[in-house]
């Protein structure tokens, strides 16, 4: 059974550009969560998708956004990227209603 | 409101030696509890989880776990440590709303 697949694995962008991460949750799970981890401040949640429409979301501003497609795969889109916002990002997924999480690799996000 | 509070930022331990990573946690519904591990530039790995039943938990890799509901813990052990056991651990907890809270980590540092 494939895990969840993060992509790309570093991207580098420039201050003030978008970037776009991408999710594919393990065959099945219909949950899918984002999470940030910046150096230092362990995992702060983002987002939380599950049958294509956002559930939750964090204490981030708008500029941070996703979606989830009808294959429940995920997108996260980061507009206006400032300096702060490099960290590795991490996606999980779980069954709907149920407390298993597991997590993909992380795209590690640098703006430069 | 849920929180987690890992005691220890880090935690160094002999070879072979016993080891104890503490978390304490907050919530006002019934919780889940989860310990992951990341290992350098990878993505978060299940240890062990707490849904309901016994309240002594037995992970991967000879971890396990005691709940402690008067005391509001959920500590880590594991009886003799390997080098490669050297990673970062988070303590998780999630309630009624799926989405689960994450402590800041404990680096556990294994000396030869």
């Known amino acids: 059974e494939a895990g969840v697949t993060q992509s790309p694995t570093h991207l580098i962008k420039p201050r003030g550009q978008q970037a776009t991460l991408r999710c594919s949750p393990i065959?099945?799970?219909?949950?899918v969560y984002w999470y940030q981890q910046a150096l230092g401040l362990g995992l702060q949640f983002l987002l939380w998708?599950?049958?294509?429409?956002?559930?939750n979301r964090g204490n981030f501003p708008p500029r941070f956004s996703g979606r989830q497609f009808p294959n429940y795969s995920s997108e996260l889109n980061v507009n206006a990227l400032e300096l702060e916002d490099s960290a590795l990002y991490l996606c999980?997924?779980?069954?709907?209603?149920?407390?298993?999480?597991?997590f993909g690799s992380g795209t590690r996000l640098t703006v430069v | 409101a849920q929180s987690v509070t890992q005691l220890d930022s880090q935690v160094p331990v002999f070879e072979e030696a016993p080891v104890e990573l503490r978390c304490n946690y907050s919530s006002s519904v019934s919780v889940y509890l989860f310990w992951y591990v990341q290992y350098p530039n990878q993505g978060l790995q299940l240890l062990l989880k707490?849904?309901?039943?016994?309240?002594l938990v037995k992970g991967i890799n000879g971890f396990e776990a005691e709940f402690n509901k008067s005391q509001t813990s959920f500590h880590l052990r594991k009886p003799s440590v390997h080098i490669s056991d050297t990673a970062e651990y988070f303590c998780a907890v999630s309630g009624g709303s799926y989405i689960p809270t994450f402590g800041r980590g404990t680096s556990l540092i294994v000396h030869p």
């Open positions: 999980a997924s779980s069954p709907r209603g149920q407390n298993g999480y597991t």
């Open positions: 998708y599950d049958e294509g429409e956002e559930r």
């Open positions: 707490y849904l309901s039943g016994s309240t």
């Open positions: 065959s099945g799970h219909t949950s």
